[in-house]
């Protein structure tokens, strides 16, 4: 079984270029689905060496009241820390702080930037700066400093294939101000960093998600590793940073031991934050543990046992764990604070699907209701229409007149009157089954097919539904479960009539414009069968009959709107949406699921104790809760 589809904390998608095959990577890396089951095969068949124990001191020993175990991240024998891989493993994925840190975190119950080895930044016309904190040490005992800023974001100008690259679509150069202008202090470093934003193509807010997303690295570290082997990223990426001399970190753990079976973390009591942003303060746990789970199942039975503290995993009717100790986010439903939006992109190329009516019609045939509370154990808001989240932060963007007036809703009678409207009409057999659908010049409109991946139950789940509830309106739908590699290659290419994914899942500064972006840009426009890496459903070819400028008008200016301004164009832009119908979103969920047990830790934030937001210790933002919860039975 697969982990949770519903944990996509590490989805957040950036424009590329069409390039083969890295870019596909960075999303698969970020899925964590297929290299694991790569990596298991190869260490059966003895290929993978990183799979092979590494010679440490065993965690088995460990103090039970030191050691916080974590679930969910990783998903297979590790391999490889490297920090510039598109496929890292715990801690090195990315969103994860605890080893390699960011310049700022997103708080994404407040909206608001937070600063980790950045302590500021300011905004003009034409760029950011950046003021990194004077007192951020790597674990060498090094400053960090803006020359290993610069150097991290000019790797990715330089190899093109590393997940930093996509960055240099918005930027046009990385400076260090106080070293052209001659002013560094003596005895100092520069901690002035501008980021100047391509005047082409600006967009601030794409930038602000590279402050939150994208690891730092030691400049004297990776440097010379990389010239040891000539330069060559390829070469440098097998190197695998189990060596402590190689993983010089920021963050307040350390690697303990890598195992096949779990990864373990030892707290670095040195850390710059505990004095700069914990007034001197200790993470409570000493160590940290992510063992290596085969399923949900057992992550599930782990989390109940008090084996393990914290999970990021699928789990059922998650209110019958409570009387074990198992808590989330909220006390009852949704459980879950929900941050993303699973669909259904549609091929328009293909017919009847090239049909705006066809695609409306759809969207007030499927049963929500159902979805929510069948498919996904009821954590979830009710759906609401649209790519605006109608609760939390974006839902002083959300317009319920629009929602009214443009919007798709369950409202089986209204589909089918869509369908007779536009000439389709439904043949159904003796048993009230649907065998077909006729257009209006009576000839079979195509079978529709949703693919999903084979395996994924909750998907499985709700395409089924879907399945369902189109067919009783007349539309002639049927599932189709792929293998996860077929799933992938058709995602990508666009051989589909539908599919199942979650757009920009993450929650970012960019929010909600990059998820209508991720669903509806055609800057990167390529027909069926070449890749794309956004607007799988190649809606709104601009160079075809029909092209709506007004929508890439949209997506291209709201990045750099502020105010009244701001909200009037996510208004409009969400409205083309609704109106156009290019996916049919299908139920919210959370980024990431959260959900912890108090046998043996306490002090986990909650709604009623929103001290950080419900993610996984080290996790973003979560890394917070660190330094707040304490083992039962001490002070």
Request: with cysteine.
């Amino acid at each position: 079984m697969r982990r949770d589809s519903f944990d996509t904390s590490a989805f957040t998608h950036r424009e590329r270029p069409k390039r083969e095959p890295k870019p596909v990577l960075r999303l698969l890396r970020r899925r964590a689905l297929l290299a694991p089951l790569l990596a298991a095969g190869l260490c059966l068949l003895g290929g993978l060496g990183g799979c092979k124990p590494k010679k440490a001191d065993s965690d088995s020993s460990l103090p039970r009241n030191q050691t916080l175990y974590i679930g969910g991240r990783q998903w297979g024998p590790p391999s490889s820390i490297n920090p510039l891989a598109p496929q890292p493993d715990w801690p090195a994925i990315s969103g994860v702080k605890l080893m390699y840190e960011t310049l700022f975190f997103y708080d994404l119950l407040t909206g608001k930037m937070v600063p980790l080895l950045a302590e500021s930044y300011t905004e003009t016309p034409d760029s950011f700066e950046v003021l990194l904190h004077e007192k951020a040490r790597w674990s060498d005992g090094k400053p960090v400093t803006g020359e290993d800023i610069k150097y991290t974001f000019d790797l990715g100008k330089k190899h093109k294939d590393i997940p930093i690259a996509p960055i240099w679509t918005y930027l046009s150069a990385v400076r260090l101000p106080e070293v052209e202008a001659g002013s560094v202090p003596a005895g100092g470093h520069p901690r002035r960093i501008l980021f100047e934003f391509n005047k082409e193509k600006k967009n601030p807010l794409v930038v602000l998600d590279a402050f939150e997303e994208y690891r730092m690295l030691p400049k004297h570290v990776i440097e010379p590793l990389l010239a040891s082997v000539n330069g060559d990223m390829n070469e440098f990426l097998k190197i695998k940073f189990h060596d402590p001399k190689q993983a010089v970190v920021s963050g307040p753990y350390r690697i303990h031991s890598i195992e096949n079976e779990k990864i373990a973390l030892v707290r670095r009591d040195d850390y710059w934050g505990n004095e700069v942003l914990h007034g001197g303060k200790l993470p409570g746990p000493k160590y940290i543990v992510h063992p290596v789970y085969k399923s949900n199942d057992h992550f599930s039975i782990a989390l109940q046992q008090g084996r393990l503290d914290v999970s990021s995993t699928f789990i059922p009717r998650i209110w019958l764990k409570q009387p074990k100790g198992v808590g989330t986010w909220f006390s009852k439903p949704p459980y879950y604070l929900g941050s993303a939006i699973p669909m259904l992109f549609l091929n328009v190329t293909h017919p009847p699907l090239n049909d705006v009516r066809m695609r409306r019609a759809m969207g007030f045939s499927i049963n929500y209701t159902d979805i929510r509370e069948l498919a996904v154990s009821g954590y979830s808001e009710p759906l609401r229409p649209g790519l605006i989240l109608p609760f939390g932060l974006e839902s002083k963007y959300f317009s319920e007149e629009d929602a009214k007036k443009y919007g798709t809703w369950f409202d089986v009678d209204r589909a089918k009157q869509l369908l007779k409207e536009a000439g389709y009409r439904p043949v159904w057999n003796d048993k009230g089954e649907l065998v077909e659908t006729r257009d209006a010049q009576g000839n079979k409109v195509p079978t529709v097919y949703i693919k999903s991946p084979t395996g994924w139950t909750d998907w499985e789940s709700i395409v089924r539904i879907v399945v369902r509830s189109m067919r009783a309106a007349g539309i002639d739908a049927r599932e189709r479960f792929v293998d996860a590699s077929l799933f992938w290659g058709a995602l990508y290419t666009g051989t589909f009539d539908m599919i199942m994914w979650t757009p920009h899942s993450q929650p970012t500064p960019s929010k909600p414009w990059s998820r209508m972006d991720y669903v509806m840009a055609t800057a990167d426009f390529a027909p069926e069968g070449e890749k794309m890496f956004k607007n799988f459903g190649r809606f709104n070819n601009p160079k075809a009959p029909g092209y709506v400028p007004r929508i890439d008008e949209l997506i291209q200016t709201i990045p750099v709107m502020k105010g009244e301004e701001l909200a009037k164009g996510l208004r409009e832009l969400n409205a083309l949406f609704m109106q156009y119908q290019p996916t049919l979103p299908l139920v919210y969920r959370a980024d990431q699921l959260y959900e912890f047990s108090t046998k043996v830790w306490e002090g986990f934030p909650t709604s009623e104790n929103p001290y950080a937001p419900p993610q996984v210790p080290g996790d973003r933002m979560g890394t917070e809760l660190l330094w707040h919860i304490r083992a039962k039975g001490t002070n």
